[in-house]
């Protein structure tokens, strides 16, 4: 587990809208640890600030929009694909105008602006959101596939396909966040010469030109019909002779318009509120289909509440059996946690191994053995315990006892060969002898039953 960021002092990057056209400053400034990416308009009160979360998406045309009440911010991906990118978990973003400047169509200006002011490390920890399996989704809307796959670190391959005989098929990749200052940030956006004057109509691209977009001619135009347009957009005239790309610079890699994708994906992935361990294939990826992906993950982390923790078997334990029997005076059949896999500052996580030869299966039910609920709770609050004590000078010369058990909930029952994972961390930080606590217990990557209690430390007789 690594410590949350914020940027060490404040920057700000003005430049021109890509959809309005008018000049816009956004002004990047530190934030509290917990505080996530916010957008606020200057000026305002920041409680009208704008988390930068999925479900506050509110459009996804030619770029991601989030909203809240009349306040709105579009074209944020190229600054949150480099807050992410870059480590940044917690920044309050100041806007003067509904739009983030486009700059040159990347995220390039925002990294090197990033690197230059410096990341302070924050006393909190990361939250991740960990692909344990294989899942995908299909977005009818727009034809495009995603595959998450679990992966040690964020990984991401995307693969696009057009009706182009300029930019047909093209693939990207990115196997550690340490490469996109050098292998992303730079890559522009790009649009069509054929989907201008549909843009145009839809009031959009007012700010766009050849030094901030990637402009493909894939389908030959009359020459009057290019200078309409240039006219319509208020652009200087240009002739386009042979199909390709119009821009005067050359393409900064052979596939930046993948990259760019890649890119944008990040971008919106940003928008989870955590960061990611796992590995996304997307197949014709777009702010739309990203959009869905990222507030169905959202769905299934708020109804998740508590991510599962990781448990490899092959890994030393913290505690032991006999560890356990040296802080606990629990013993059969009343010891119901096998060892301690982690413990934090905040959080332990133990393992219970559920057997057929458990006592209480002899009664509960012979026909249909299941644990029961009671001992759950018990066994989390056994995890709890030893979280408490071990925090001790003299661990062995105390006790934990029950006081109060609220909001228990079991959501699934547990029977023989089930491995039980406990989660326990404070809801209050130890005080005179009280902790009150939260726990967890997970078979799989389910939650199977939850409680709150307050326990009390006493000092052996």
Not at 195 to 202: F, G, P
Request: aromatic share 8%; net charge negative.
């Amino acid at each position: 587990m690594d410590n949350q960021k914020t940027l060490k002092e404040s920057f700000s990057l003005s430049g021109v809208g890509l959809h309005t056209g008018v000049m816009c400053c956004a002004t990047f400034n530190p934030a509290p640890a917990g505080h996530g990416i916010k957008f606020v308009a200057k000026g305002a009160d920041v409680e009208s600030a704008i988390d930068a979360l999925a479900e506050n998406v509110v459009e996804t045309s030619r770029g991601t929009v989030i909203g809240k009440g009349d306040f709105k911010v579009s074209t944020i991906e190229h600054a949150m694909a480099a807050l992410y990118a870059m480590g940044v978990d917690n920044c309050l973003v100041e806007v003067d105008q509904p739009e983030m400047p486009i700059l040159d169509g990347s995220s390039k200006y925002y990294v090197e602006q990033i690197a230059k002011v410096g990341l302070e490390e924050q006393d909190a920890k990361r939250e991740y959101y960990r692909i344990h399996k294989k899942t995908e989704f299909k977005i009818e809307s727009t034809g495009s596939v995603y595959t998450l796959l679990p992966d040690d670190d964020f990984a991401l391959n995307v693969m696009v396909s057009y009706p182009s005989s300029v930019l047909s098929n093209q693939f990207a990749s990115i196997d550690n966040m340490d490469e996109f200052a050098t292998e992303l940030a730079s890559c522009r956006t790009f649009v069509f010469v054929r989907e201008i004057e549909a843009l145009i109509q839809n009031n959009l691209i007012k700010g766009g030109d050849l030094d901030n977009a990637i402009v493909i001619y894939d389908k030959e135009l009359p020459q009057a019909e290019i200078d309409r347009l240039c006219d319509v957009l208020g652009k200087e005239r240009l002739t386009a002779s042979s199909l390709g790309y119009l821009n005067k610079e050359p393409l900064r890699f052979d596939n930046e318009p993948a990259r760019h994708k890649l890119l944008d994906l990040i971008g919106d992935l940003a928008l989870l509120g955590k960061r990611i361990k796992g590995r996304v294939i997307a197949m014709c990826p777009g702010h739309t289909a990203n959009s869905e992906v990222t507030k169905k993950i959202r769905k299934e982390i708020k109804r998740q509440e508590c991510e599962m923790p990781v448990y490899d078997p092959n890994k030393a334990p913290v505690m032991d059996v006999n560890q356990i029997k040296s802080i606990l005076p629990h013993r059969y059949p009343m010891q119901l946690v096998d060892k301690v896999i982690e413990i934090e500052a905040d959080h332990v996580v133990a393992v219970k191994n559920v057997t057929s030869n458990e006592a209480f299966f002899c009664g509960h039910f012979p026909e249909e053995p299941v644990m029961p609920g009671v001992l759950i709770v018990e066994a989390m609050a056994q995890a709890g315990g030893l979280f408490v004590l071990d925090s001790l000078d003299d661990p062995h010369g105390y006790s934990t006892y029950f006081m109060k058990i609220d909001n228990v909930k079991f959501r699934q029952k547990v029977v023989p060969g089930d491995t039980l994972i406990f989660r326990v961390h404070y809801i209050t930080p130890l005080r005179r002898g009280c902790a009150v606590m939260k726990g967890f217990a997970f078979v799989g990557d389910k939650i199977v039953a939850e409680a709150e209690y307050m326990a009390q430390i006493v000092k052996n007789k």
